[in-house]
Nanobody, 124 residues
């Protein structure tokens, strides 16, 4: 059974940085796709970044391109999201997703497995 556990969320000032981590277990991460999503109160879950875990190819939402970086460790047991130049509009619960079943890579419906989320709050 896939288990995803996020960590690293915090409260920071605008312009600051955070690195989120997602510990992965029970999942063959050698040839799949994983992603980070976020959801602010009253809004739909939004795809932030995705990575092909076999080739390392990445894809980003326009809203975070150039500021966020998705990556994984060599053992492919941890997914990261480095977030720089944070803005108040980045405030949300951030979720790790795995077990891609095809479709649009930043669409929440394309993933079967989810973590519990970690809160990021950016103050202006």
């Amino acid at each position: 059974q896939v288990q995803l556990v996020e960590s690293g969320g915090d409260s920071v000032q605008a312009g600051g940085s955070l690195r989120l981590s997602c510990a992965v277990s029970g999942y063959n991460n050698n040839a799949g796709r994983m992603a980070w999503f976020r959801q602010a109160p009253g809004k739909q879950r939004e795809g932030v970044a995705s990575i092909n875990t076999g080739y390392g190819l990445t894809y980003y939402a326009d809203s975070v391109k150039g500021r966020f970086t998705i990556s994984q460790d060599n053992a492919k047991t941890t997914l990261y999201l480095q977030m720089n130049s944070l803005k108040p509009e980045d405030t949300a619960m951030y979720y790790c997703a795995a077990d891609f079943r095809g479709g649009t890579v930043l669409n929440a419906a394309s993933y079967n497995a989810w973590g519990q989320g970690t809160q990021v709050t950016v103050a202006s």
